[in-house]
């Protein structure tokens, strides 16, 4: 018996979950069970709806009776989505290469070269986060029409970027919140860094491609995703500085598919899922290098 009771001394008995769970946590879990439906629920409906019949989408079902993956074939070839999907990657690839050149050396500027006014002019760049799209819309819009000032390109253009490439990615290739994530990170390395490379002769230039740049994929990265998601869903400034099909990208080609398309709910749905597609891949490929990226550029709490 004594042996018996000193091997349950031993034992530690678990408390079982349920008991283990506060009154506070139950409200938690509520709001994130909530917010996942939320979030959730509209993802698996669009999916739903674009592998049913016509008559499965008027008789609101939530699910198929047998897939139709034949609807996103037929809704690639109706809305011509190979030339909108083109103009995209394009459009999305030529923003991104000019806003990471800007942003990297903005921000190692920023954080690492000593001037006069760095401060001010960093609050100021800043303060333009505050200030809500609509309102630099307009300026922007007569800006690459041309009609502040010529501006430079092919003489068919003349002094006008309205319907050509440029107007589409030029105005989105600096980003005061780009900016700023980048500072945050280059700010935090050690100075110990910097001096290393300055003893064997390199300068700012070698110093951020060697050293600042292979130890900041993250911020990179991060940087990459938000500007490959608000380039990639751009909408009503490609509607307004384009006339012509010629440079509209996949979300122009999505709206003027919807309005041609009709009562076609399930073709509808095809075309939307088609254009989260390339977002989707992105974001599984990279989602610990984004949360990471998060978490050690200054954002978190």
Do not use: C
Request: glycine residues 6%; aromatic residues 14%.
């Amino acid at each position: 018996m004594a042996n018996i009771t000193a091997a349950n001394r031993g034992i530690k008995h678990k408390t079982p979950f349920f008991e283990r769970i506060k009154p506070g946590h139950l409200l938690i879990y509520a709001l994130l069970i909530f917010g996942a439906l939320v979030s959730i629920v509209p993802f698996f409906w669009m999916v739903s709806t674009s592998l049913m019949t016509l008559g499965e989408t008027i008789n609101r079902q939530w699910l198929p009776k047998v897939p139709q993956f034949d609807n996103y074939i037929e809704a690639w070839e109706e809305a011509q989505f190979n030339k909108y999907f083109l103009n995209s990657v394009i459009i999305t690839l030529t923003t991104l290469a000019g806003l990471l050149f800007t942003s990297v050396l903005a921000a190692y500027s920023f954080a690492r070269i000593k001037f006069a006014g760095r401060g001010l002019i960093f609050t100021l760049l800043l303060a333009t986060m505050m200030i809500p799209e609509s309102v630099t819309m307009i300026p922007n819009f007569l800006m690459v029409r041309g009609s502040i000032f010529p501006l430079p390109g092919l003489p068919a253009w003349k002094g006008s970027w309205l319907n050509q490439l440029p107007a589409l990615t030029v105005p989105f290739m600096a980003n005061a919140f780009s900016i700023f994530l980048l500072r945050q990170f280059f700010a935090k390395i050690p100075e110990e860094y910097w001096d290393a490379a300055r003893l064997d002769g390199a300068g700012h230039l070698r110093y951020l491609i060697q050293i600042v740049l292979p130890m900041s994929k993250a911020p990179l990265l991060t940087v990459v995703i938000f500007s490959f998601i608000g380039s990639w869903n751009a909408f009503l400034w490609p509607l307004l500085v384009t006339t012509k099909p010629t440079w509209r990208p996949l979300m122009v080609g999505l709206y003027t598919f919807v309005t041609e398309a009709g009562p076609e709910t399930q073709l509808l749905m095809a075309g939307a899922v088609i254009t989260l597609i390339p977002i989707l891949i992105l974001y599984f490929l990279t989602q610990k290098q984004f949360t990471e990226g998060i978490a050690t550029s200054g954002l978190k709490g």
